[in-house]
């Protein structure tokens, strides 16, 4: 059974910073692409970023240069370092693991 948990989402004001966690237990987990995508309230679920099992990243143009997605391959674990947060990256954040696979989601809510 797969099972994906994030963790890490909070409020934080305008210029501030949050690290998303997402411990997967998912077979062939190095073998996965991962990933984080986003649903603002109204809004349809959108890619933040994923990462391939080589290591290569993709991101969403409104968060380059400002968030990085890493791997742990030895803990099967994701990350989502979110740095410089403004107001309009305030949604409710989910894992992703190939192909399919979802947590549950963890509110980041951004304002002062």
């Known amino acids: 059974q797969v099972q994906l948990v994030e963790s890490g989402g909070g409020l934080v004001q305008p210029g501030g910073s949050l690290r998303l966690s997402c411990v997967a237990s998912?077979?062939?987990?190095?073998?996965?692409?991962m990933g984080w995508y986003r649903q603002a309230p109204g809004k349809e679920r959108d890619l933040v970023a994923t990462?391939?099992?080589?290591?290569?990243?993709n991101y969403a143009d409104s968060v380059k240069g400002r968030f990085t997605i890493s791997r742990d391959n030895a803990q099967n674990t994701i990350y989502l370092q979110m740095n410089s947060l403004k107001p309009e990256d305030t949604a409710v954040y989910y894992c992703?693991?190939?192909?399919?696979?979802w947590g549950q989601g963890t509110q980041d809510t951004v304002s002062s």
């Open positions: 992703y693991a190939a192909i399919n696979f």
């Open positions: 998912v077979s062939r987990f190095s073998s996965r692409v």
């Open positions: 990462i391939s099992s080589a290591g290569f990243t």
